[in-house]
């Protein structure tokens, strides 16, 4: 069974620009998870969804967003990029019932920002 | 402030001895504790957790051992291996709230296994 996916691997932005990642989940996950990963620390949360509805949100400003669609891909939209926005954005699948804490994680979208 | 601590960045070991990678914790409404593995240029692969309602999870060469007191707990892999290496996150989970989607990670261990 494929994993979770994300495109593009790779990705180079200038600063004020917008960019999306996409990530598709594990066949019979509902509900999809993004992070961002910066060198040096643990992934942090940004956003959870589940049947298309936002679920939960990190402490990230309003210039990141995100949806799902309803066969359960999602995307994360940054818009004005900055400096800082350089990153491993990880994009987690899980099934939303009681192990909805058990989340599977896709290689990532390696973003820089110029 | 952080709420899930990792204070060993990094953790050498000998083939074939026990490694053991520690997380400490201070959100006592944690109750799902998670550890992952990653390897440069992969995204996080989950290997074990546990509920706080247990204080040990044993899956293979893994066992997670759990101290809710001491909110503290502790990855023992046995007998390690070169292919261990890689980083090692520790994440913790809340249910209530409706926030369990919310993993609060660690900031890593590094562990080498020499062969």
């Known amino acids: 069974d494929a994993g979770v996916t994300q495109s593009p691997t790779h990705l180079i932005k200038t600063r004020g620009q917008h960019v999306t990642l996409r990530c598709s989940p594990i066949?019979?996950?509902?509900?999809v998870s993004w992070y961002q990963q910066v060198l040096g620390q643990g992934p942090q949360f940004i956003f959870q969804y589940y049947e298309k509805e936002e679920r939960g949100r990190g402490n990230f400003p309003d210039r990141f967003s995100a949806r799902q669609f309803p066969n359960y891909s999602s995307e994360l939209n940054v818009n004005a990029l900055l400096l800082g926005d350089s990153a491993l954005y990880l994009c987690?699948?899980?099934?939303?019932?009681?192990?909805?804490?058990?989340?599977?994680f896709g290689p990532g979208t390696r973003l820089t920002v110029t | 402030d952080q709420q899930v601590k990792q204070n060993s960045p990094s953790l050498s070991v000998q083939e074939g001895r026990i490694s053991i990678l520690n997380c400490d914790y201070t959100?006592?409404?944690?109750?799902?504790f998670l550890w992952y593995k990653k390897y440069p240029a992969e995204g996080p692969t989950f290997l074990i957790s546990?509920?706080?309602?247990?204080d040990k999870n044993e899956d293979g060469r893994f066992t997670v051992f759990l101290n809710k007191s001491a909110k503290h707990l502790s990855l023992h892999i046995v007998p390690s291996q070169p292919g261990d290496s890689a980083v090692y996150f520790c994440a913790a989970s809340s249910f209530y709230g409706g926030s369990q989607g919310n993993l609060i990670f660690g900031k890593g261990t590094k562990l080498s296994v020499k062969p």
């Open positions: 987690a699948s899980s099934s939303w019932d009681r192990k909805n804490y058990e989340q599977y």
């Open positions: 066949s019979g996950h509902k509900s």
């Open positions: 546990i509920s706080s309602i247990k």
């Open positions: 959100n006592s409404m944690f109750d799902y």
